[in-house]
């Protein structure tokens, strides 16, 4: 009997919408990764929120799934938040430094307030915006991913998130995709998120 070989990996890299559920179905009819991902045995490695947008990972390997998503290995996450009033060097000294919720504290947080706005498409539909309330974008990059925690973490400290972008997992990006795009990784490039996946810390 002749073995039937491994299918090649494939890695998508995958710029999500505002509205957009990560995964394939849906009972209700909301828009789901089957409106956008034509690549048969692919699934998403972790979780963007509805109302979140930015990039996605998604393989034909379980293995890579398990590794991306397991928190012991820290590997990092990075997000455009934009957020109601601007907050301080104080208030973003909280979130570096971990924020009590209620499944549990925080790990320590890159976090930085931008000049000015990142260069992003326009959101479909747009924010919500208060002419008297000004905004301001944070960068934050984490190593865990507690649900919902980038919108739990601004709350917390009183500067509610408005719209949150991943911009980065690791060493990937979404440099030049467009909304609602993917492209396949090369094995090179997948040979090395492999590599920035074999070490933990716990």
């Known amino acids: 009997m002749v073995a039937t070989p491994a299918p090649e990996p494939c890695v998508l890299r995958f710029w999500k919408p505002y509205g957009v559920l990560t995964q394939f179905t849906d009972p209700e009819g909301r828009p789901t990764l089957a409106n956008y991902i034509k690549v048969p045995n692919v699934y998403s490695a972790g979780r ?8 996605l990972l998604l393989t034909n390997s379980g293995a890579l799934i398990a590794r991306l998503t397991d928190p012991r290995y820290e590997h990092p996450k990075t997000y455009l938040a934009q957020v109601e009033r601007l907050p301080s060097e104080a ?6 430094g971990g924020i009590h919720l209620k499944d549990g504290q925080t790990r320590p947080a890159q976090v930085r307030l931008l000049e000015v706005p990142p260069a992003l498409p326009e959101r479909t539909p747009p924010i919500r915006y208060r002419a008297n309330v000004p905004t301001a974008w944070l960068q934050i990059t984490l190593t ?16 509610p998130t408005l719209r949150l972008v991943r911009i ?13 795009s993917y ?8 040979a090395a998120l492999w590599r920035s996946l074999r070490r933990t810390n716990r």
């Open 48 to 55: 963007l929120d509805f109302d979140s947008e930015g990039l």
């Open 91 to 96: 208030d973003l000294d909280r979130l570096r």
């Open 144 to 159: 865990e991913g507690k649900k919902r925690q980038v919108r739990r973490m601004t709350a917390a400290i009183g500067f």
């Open 168 to 180: 980065a997992i690791g060493h990937i990006t979404l440099e030049g995709l467009a909304v609602g």
């Open 183 to 190: 492209e396949a990784l090369s094995q090179g490039q997948i």
